[in-house]
């Protein structure tokens, strides 16, 4: 057996044993430094996944991951058709990595009630629209019969607008459409209610059916405002998207209108750049709580080897390298750190956990876009945490157990 990992083994089942030793509370200390440290880390990280995973998937729920519309209809209000055949669909949705392709019709509208109106942008979808993610935004109600064959009539609109304009399901509102040269007019059902808490799009967005939109802005069957792309992998998009780009961008279709492809990323640059911004508060967070382990584990260290001074002199005398007292010593201070992280991560997946089946903190919607603190538990991450922990803590304990090289056994016999 390693003589340096027999004796820590040794040392370490005597500090549990003795009560009265002198550094007993500084270990004490050096394992809550460490369990609290990395507790702190394991709901940070678990926090901050949690939230960029949410709020992203929202925005991604209105806009997929890859849009495909008419050049100038991507960076305008005003919405121009492109040609969405089945010829066209069918390419989109060969593309490797390509999980689902949805065509989509927008307009520019306005609801009217007795006593107040609003401006709104109508969002309509055919048959093959993937309804997962606003299915489970809905408060209310359902979605429209969703189809670009026959109109509706119906929309969804969201709590916000609902609120406003003193709207509930079953009401039927008027809306007004301004064309070229003349006003057009609607009358649509309310039979859903939604809200996701993202105020730029619950204030403005409307869902109905393609046919409706379609009809509306008096454009051919085959035409709409866009497509929108889901991907299998996430992580993939830039490769993706530079396919998508081949594949469509400046192609000319048989209406003379140019296609043009983005991702929802460009399209919605503030959010995207806020969402990324937290990943400097987590790195900020890691290094604060991986240096008050460090700290408390050092002062801990050096606590314990002034207070074996004895022993240390004992074993020089009888032979033993500094190297290997250097390494009983790390080996105990293993332990100890060991000790800190079994606590520190029971601590801390508790305290995500039970965020995740409680919701027990609470947020401000209209601020923080979530009603309660989303988290997300990432075992390969936490396995991440707690090895860079232990080996960032081990490695910054190497200098400070070269003290044992300066203390000379003669007069550390005496030291008592």
Same mark, same amino acid.
């Given at each position: 057996?390693?003589?340096?990992?027999?004796?820590?083994?040794?040392?370490?089942?005597?500090?549990?044993?003795?009560?009265?030793?002198?550094?007993?509370?500084?270990?004490?200390?050096?394992?809550?430094?460490?369990?609290?440290?990395?507790?702190?880390?394991?709901?940070?990280?678990?926090?901050?996944?949690?939230?960029?995973?949410?709020?992203?998937?929202?925005?991604?729920?209105?806009?997929?991951?890859?849009?495909?519309?008419?050049?100038?209809?991507?960076?305008?209000?005003?919405?121009?058709?492109?040609?969405?055949?089945?010829?066209?669909?069918?390419?989109?949705?060969?593309?490797?990595?390509?999980?689902?392709?949805?065509?989509?019709?927008?307009?520019?509208?306005?609801?009217?009630?007795?006593?107040?109106?609003?401006?709104?942008?109508?969002?309509?979808?055919?048959?093959?629209?993937?309804?997962?993610?606003?299915?489970?935004?809905?408060?209310?109600?359902?979605?429209? *019969?969703?189809?670009?064959?026959? @109109?509706?009539?119906? /929309?969804? +609109?969201?709590?916000?607008?609902?609120?406003?304009?003193? =709207? $509930?399901?079953?009401?039927?509102?008027?809306?007004?459409?301004?064309?070229?040269?003349?006003?057009?007019?609607?009358?649509?059902?309310?039979?859903?209610?939604?809200?996701?808490?993202?105020?730029?799009?619950?204030?403005?967005?409307?869902?109905?059916?393609?046919?409706?939109?379609?009809?509306?802005?008096?454009?051919?069957?085959?035409?709409?405002?866009?497509?929108?792309?889901?991907?299998?992998?996430?992580?993939?998009?830039?490769?993706?998207?530079?396919?998508?780009?081949?594949?469509?961008?400046?192609?000319?279709?048989?209406?003379?209108?140019?296609?043009?492809?983005?991702?929802?990323?460009?399209?919605?640059?503030?959010?995207?750049?806020?969402?990324?911004?937290?990943?400097?508060?987590?790195?900020?967070?890691?290094?604060?709580?991986?240096?008050? *382990?460090?700290?408390?584990?050092? @002062?801990?260290?050096? /606590?314990? +080897?002034?207070?074996?001074?004895?022993?240390?002199?004992? =074993? $020089?005398?009888?032979?033993?390298?500094?190297?290997?007292?250097?390494?009983?010593?790390?080996?105990?201070?293993?332990?100890?750190?060991?000790?800190?992280?079994?606590?520190?991560?029971?601590?801390?997946?508790?305290?995500?956990?039970?965020?995740?089946?409680?919701?027990?903190?609470?947020?401000?919607?209209?601020?923080?876009?979530?009603?309660?603190?989303?988290?997300?538990?990432?075992?390969?991450?936490?396995?991440?945490?707690?090895?860079?922990?232990?080996?960032?803590?081990?490695?910054?304990?190497?200098?400070?157990?070269?003290?044992?090289?300066?203390?000379?056994?003669?007069?550390?016999?005496?030291?008592?």
């Amino acid at each position: 057996m390693n003589l340096s990992l027999f004796i820590a083994r040794r040392l370490h089942h005597e500090e549990e044993d003795n009560r009265q030793k002198v550094s007993r509370p500084a270990i004490r200390i050096s394992i809550a430094g460490v369990a609290i440290g990395l507790a702190v880390m394991i709901v940070s990280v678990c926090v901050v996944l949690g939230f960029k995973h949410t709020i992203r998937d929202k925005v991604l729920g209105f806009g997929s991951h890859i849009i495909i519309a008419e050049a100038q209809s991507l960076y305008k209000d005003n919405s121009y058709p492109v040609c969405m055949d089945d010829s066209m669909m069918s390419e989109l949705r060969n593309i490797p990595n390509v999980n689902h392709v949805q065509r989509y019709a927008t307009k520019q509208g306005i609801l009217k009630t007795d006593s107040d109106f609003l401006g709104v942008t109508f969002k309509g979808y055919g048959q093959e629209y993937d309804s997962t993610f606003i299915s489970s935004c809905m408060v209310e109600g359902r979605l429209p *019969a969703l189809s670009d064959t026959v @109109s509706s009539n119906e /929309i969804v +609109i969201s709590q916000n607008i609902a609120d406003k304009l003193g =709207l $509930k399901r079953g009401d039927r509102i008027f809306s007004y459409f301004m064309g070229t040269d003349n006003v057009r007019t609607r009358r649509f059902t309310i039979c859903g209610i939604y809200c996701t808490n993202l105020r730029r799009f619950d204030e403005t967005i409307c869902f109905t059916d393609l046919r409706s939109i379609v009809k509306l802005n008096g454009w051919e069957g085959d035409q709409a405002s866009g497509a929108e792309i889901t991907l299998s992998d996430y992580s993939k998009i830039d490769e993706t998207f530079f396919l998508v780009g081949t594949l469509v961008d400046r192609r000319v279709d048989k209406h003379e209108s140019i296609y043009l492809s983005e991702t929802t990323q460009h399209l919605y640059p503030n959010i995207f750049a806020w969402l990324d911004l937290l990943d400097i508060d987590v790195w900020i967070i890691l290094g604060l709580m991986v240096a008050v *382990a460090v700290i408390t584990m050092i @002062s801990g260290l050096l /606590i314990i +080897i002034i207070e074996r001074t004895s022993m240390i002199g004992t =074993l $020089k005398a009888m032979g033993a390298r500094n190297s290997t007292i250097r390494h009983t010593f790390l080996w105990f201070a293993v332990f100890i750190i060991g000790k800190g992280m079994l606590i520190g991560n029971l601590l801390g997946i508790g305290l995500v956990a039970l965020q995740h089946f409680t919701g027990l903190v609470r947020l401000d919607p209209s601020t923080y876009y979530v009603e309660k603190v989303p988290v997300e538990l990432n075992i390969p991450l936490i396995l991440l945490l707690n090895i860079g922990t232990l080996l960032i803590s081990v490695a910054m304990l190497i200098a400070p157990s070269f003290l044992i090289s300066h203390i000379q056994p003669a007069k550390s016999m005496k030291y008592e």
